[in-house]
């Protein structure tokens, strides 16, 4: 039974027949599934990886049941434990997409699990279905996935999203990164130490100007409200980079904004019209390659 807890977990050969598959649901293949269920429960909030899950599933011809604020309105709120939800959803669904908001626990919930799960953000843990998406959207925005330059911008320390992109670029040659945030919110050494064994190089700064000059791909992110102690400390950080057209401007040519959404205000909407803005595609992308992803842990 294959389930998608970590980034770490997949190999280029896996990765490159998740994107063709992706790409042919794009040009039109759907309605592979029948007689199967979708469970999606949501410890956390979410508008994009909730919606285009249950979206690819309806596609694929499956039908899906969900709890869409399961800390308030699942038997979590009666402190139920998750192995326990889960041991009851394995009796319900094919299949369960599950957002937490601690790290490890869609791991302990797979751990008794007899349906494949996938991991749609745990905390500050990992988010690889997010860098999957962002994966394909490289590929079909720039045409390859070697050989490129990417910066990421904002909360290094608390996102998930670009911690599990850079599990997945592990995977890739001749690949350099630049890490842009505040002292404060700098990548965390797991992720550096496993870049380093990768033979990734990667660069730290506190300059979006100079972080952005020489990038193919220049990946956004918010401050991670919900992660801090106390209102102060978020708003100490929050707002310290903005990308404005101006800085789009003296971007390369060739190269592409991404963003995983939700924006705050690190991305001026005068931004939106760039040709090199490519977030709400980006969103869009997303449900082709969680198509990909059901038939995969599916198969
Ligand atoms: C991200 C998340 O939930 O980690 N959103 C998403 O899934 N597209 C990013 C974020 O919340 O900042």
Known sequence: MRHIIGAEQFTRRTLDELM???RSFEKGKQNIIKDKILATLFYEPSTRTRLSFESAFIRLGGSVISTENAKEFSSAAKGETVEDTMRVINHYADVAVIRHCDAGMVARAAAVASIPVINA????GQHPTQSLLDLYTIYRELGHLDNLHLTLVGDLKHGRTVRSLCYLLGNYTNISLTFVSPPELAMNDDIKTHLSEQGITFHETTSLEDGIKDADVVYMTRVQKERFRSDEEYQ??????????ALVDSMKEKSIIMHPLPRVDEIQEAVDTSPKAVYFKQAAYGVYMRMAILKYVLE
Request: charged share 30%; glycine share 18%; aromatic share 6%.
């Open 121 to 124: 953000g745990d905390g500050p």
């Open 20 to 22: 063709k598959s992706a």
């Open 236 to 245: 100490a950080l929050k707002g310290r980079y903005v990308l404005t057209r």
